[in-house]
């Protein structure tokens, strides 16, 4: 085994046992804390149709690489994911107003649960574009690493998106997730914040 493979296996170890630590879940049962892979990106022209195409085939291609993963999808209200709602929703967008804000989003949990499997953007009408960006988020399992080929594949991905929405400037990697509306658990990110100093933190 070569010392390359071998750092490689002792970094997935590591992250392991990290990922047990960091792991918590509510009083019920409901995941509210994981360990896992983010990106953010950051970029201009979220008002413009060519922009929002842009966005529709990230979506696209995000839903079908991890369809059976996705079971929810946000836009105006939270509701299941489905094919025709998908795709209803890939038309809204596209065919949203220059001066309308949107925030879509496709995951495998809802907002009050930890979702691993994620894609959220929210645009900047046309009236804040010279002083706002746009923002387009990823999650994924930090167990896509330990897959053949997983840090290539995690790669080809930020690469991919970075490319078709054309950011200005992001960042990724490790993080503690929370769910989006888990604001009760503040508390627990700010321990986080001391215990893992470095580590991301996202909700």
């Known amino acids: 085994m070569s010392d390359t493979t071998t750092d490689a ?80 929703t890939r038309r809204q967008v596209v065919e949203s107003l220059p001066d309308e804000q949107f925030i ?24 804040q574009a010279d002083n706002d960006r746009s923002c387009l988020k990823m999650v994924l399992p930090w167990s896509c690493l330990t897959e053949p080929d997983g840090l290539k594949n995690y790669e080809a991905w930020i690469r991919y998106l970075s490319s078709e929405v054309q950011a200005e400037h992001g960042f990724g990697g490790l993080a503690c997730v929370l769910p989006c509306d888990g604001h009760q658990y503040l508390p627990w990110e700010y321990r986080l914040a001391q215990d893992y100093i470095g580590k991301l933190r996202a909700r």
């Open 9 to 88: 296996v002792r970094l997935l170890a590591g992250v392991a046992q990290q990922s047990e630590r960091v792991a918590m879940d509510s009083e019920l049962g409901t995941p509210v804390i994981r360990l896992g892979l983010i990106t953010t990106l950051y970029f201009r022209n979220g008002h413009t149709l060519e922009m929002k195409r842009r966005v529709e085939a990230c979506f696209s291609r995000f839903y079908d690489a991890f369809k059976p993963k996705l079971k929810w999808q946000l836009f105006k209200r939270m509701r299941r994911l489905s094919a025709s709602g998908f795709a209803s």
């Open 104 to 127: 879509w989003s496709i995951a495998s949990a809802t907002q009050a649960e930890v979702a691993m499997y994620s894609l959220f953007v929210m645009n900047t009408p046309q009236g």
